[in-house]
């Protein structure tokens, strides 16, 4: 690159530059400039997480997740989880099925051990079930029941699940093992 010195030079070469490509990406921050912008979107993230803004809070959870220092985003993720789970349910709730599907897997990402979340596993399953993807409602609920033997629901869903793909077998299994759960 070369760079001129003098009066409206730099100007003409600049312009010559982007015009080749050369300036297309603007500048990237400085590390510390980056991360305290990224703690911002979290911070506000979550503040719109708390007013029900579900597309705004999800919007600055993926900035934050962008922008905060690889290092040292475990100090922020079970919020990030938390944002991305509630909106999850937000949309599964209004039938937006592979939107909330998109929030559960980034749940289960931002974390370092998604073991802590059955109910992500649980409720993305169910989410799978509701799009008529059974085996994939089956996989999340088995994730789900490893993860929370004492969860009655997850055995009652599951056992629909195999009922949709004609097992009767297995979802007679599960039936029997929620109802023991539930004390029935």
């Known amino acids: 690159m070369l760079l001129l010195l003098f009066g409206s030079g730099i100007v003409l070469l600049a312009a010559c530059m982007h015009q080749a490509g050369e300036y297309d990406a603007p500048a990237p921050l400085r590390t510390s400039e980056a991360h305290e912008q990224g703690v911002f979107h979290y911070e506000r993230g979550y503040e719109r997480l708390r007013q029900a803004d ?6 600055d959870m993926d900035r934050a997740r962008k922008l905060i220092d690889p290092r040292l985003v475990h100090m922020y993720a079970d919020n990030m989880r938390e944002v991305y789970f509630q909106s999850g349910v937000a949309y599964y709730d209004t039938g937006l099925y592979d939107r909330a ?10 974390v370092a051990s998604p073991s802590d ?18 085996p994939r409602a089956i996989a999340d609920y088995d994730e789900a029941i490893r993860l929370d033997p004492n969860n009655a629901s997850a055995y009652e869903l599951r056992a629909q699940a195999y009922e949709q793909l004609g097992d009767s077998a297995k979802a007679a299994q599960d039936w029997k093992k929620a109802r023991g759960l539930s004390g029935e």
């Open 101 to 110: 599907i998109i929030l559960f897997d980034k749940a289960v990402d931002v």
């Open 54 to 59: 579900y597309d705004n809070a999800v919007a």
């Open 117 to 134: 979340y059955p109910a992500t596993y649980y409720q993305r399953g169910y989410a799978y079930y509701r799009k008529g993807n059974y």
